[in-house]
T-cell receptor, first 110, second 112 residues
Framework: ELKVEQNPLFLSMQEGKNYTIYCNYSTTSDRLYWYRQDPGKSLESLFVLLSNGAVKQEGRLMASLDTKARLSTLHITAAVHDLSATYFCAGGNAGNMLTFGGGTRLMVKP | DSGVTQTPKHLITATGQRVTLRCSPRSGDLSVYWYQQSLDQGLQFLIQYYNGEERAKGNILERFSAQQFPDLHSELNLSSLELGDSALYFC???????????FGDGTRLSIL
């Protein structure tokens, strides 16, 4: 059974700073997803990582995948307030049911 | 806008009752997934349908059932409701297994 753990669960940071969210998963996963959720809102797909060494970037967010270490990271560069949200990673298997981590609540302070 | 439509947005009911949540997937998507999000359990996969057939089951209670109709919309039926069933229920759809899932806005269910 796939288990996904994120850390930290809560992150408060100043604008302009860099930080990384970590996502560890327990068994082989076909692919790794990152989603963003604003309070009371739906989940917005950010990245899909399919293979070892995959790196994807969108604006100030960059996600990477190390399948050997069973680790994905979401790196935030020069954070801005608009990035405040909860970020989830999720592992997907062949059936594509997603197993989500507990989420990282990010607060970026001006 | 993800293209996935869920109704109703909010539902308030009492313990012991039965409710039906509805989901219309994005045009062209054959797979529908249901998830439950609660404070204590986080986001949990419930069930998946592909082109009308059940494909995978997660932590779905026996009191819950779902189906996908020929027009590909899906319904999640929750019966004998308990206080602990209060949660945000999301539907997601994808073209097929392995493809990115797009989430609807969710149905917030409150049990009084």
């Amino acid at each position: 059974e796939l288990k996904v753990e994120q850390n930290p669960l809560f992150l408060s940071m100043q604008e302009g700073k860099n930080y990384t969210i970590y996502c560890n998963y327990s068994t082989t996963s076909d692919r790794l997803y990152w989603y963003r959720q604003d309070p009371g809102k739906s989940l917005e797909s950010l990245f899909v990582l399919l293979s070892n060494g995959a790196v994807k970037q969108e604006g100030r967010l960059m996600a990477s995948l190390d399948t050997k270490a069973r680790l994905s990271t979401l790196h935030i560069t020069a954070a801005v307030h608009d990035l405040s949200a909860t970020y989830f990673c999720a592992g997907g298997n062949a059936g594509n049911m997603l197993t989500f981590g507990g989420g990282t609540r990010l607060m970026v302070k001006p | 806008d993800s293209g996935v439509t869920q109704t109703p947005k909010h539902l308030i009911t009492a313990t012991g009752q039965r409710v039906t949540l509805r989901c219309s997937p994005r045009s062209g998507d054959l797979s529908v997934y249901w998830y439950q999000q609660s404070l204590d359990q986080g986001l949990q996969f419930l069930i998946q349908y592909y082109n009308g057939e059940e494909r995978a089951k997660g932590n779905i209670l026996e009191r819950f059932s779902a189906q996908q109709f020929p027009d590909l919309h899906s319904e999640l039926n929750l019966s004998s409701l308990e206080l602990g069933d209060s949660a945000l229920y999301f539907c997601a759809s994808s073209v097929g297994p392995g493809q990115p899932q797009h989430f609807g806005d969710g149905t917030r269910l409150s049990i009084l």
